[in-house]
């Protein structure tokens, strides 16, 4: 085919196609949406779903933080409480130095630091 005949055939089957497509648009029934509203309303509930995921990543995002909020109060509680098990660690073994000190200097003769007897 030469080019001038393409475009003649080209223009005569987009000439049927929009032919068929304009009868086929016009059979369409009044209560059809038009292309805006159905773009519309898919943007409407895409809008919705966007806004009920933000929604639901906050609240997820709340749970969060009060559960890490928890859990350094936790790990701050356990740190203090261990600290003070230290620390009464280190008072026990400074009075069984003492106390053996003291057996040992009673027992070498110092009465000064023997335990009083028991009545």
């Not at 055939?9 to 068929?20: G, H």
């Not at 936790?74 to 230290?86: C, E, L, W």
Request: aromatic letters at 6%; a negative charge.
């Amino acid at each position: 085919m030469k080019p001038k005949a393409m475009t003649a055939s080209f223009l005569a089957v987009a000439a049927a196609i929009m032919t068929v497509t304009t009868a086929t648009a016009q059979q369409a029934p009044a209560s059809a949406p038009s292309p805006e509203q159905e773009r519309a309303a898919l943007n409407g509930a895409e809008a919705q779903a966007a806004a009920s995921q933000v929604d639901q990543n906050e609240a997820n995002q709340r749970h969060y933080n009060a559960a890490m909020h928890r859990w350094e109060n936790n790990v701050a509680a356990y740190h203090d409480a261990a600290a003070a098990h230290h620390a009464d660690v280190a008072q026990y073994r400074r009075d069984m130095a003492l106390w053996h000190a003291d057996v040992a200097a009673c027992e070498a003769g110092d009465h000064t630091r023997c335990a009083p007897p028991e009545q």
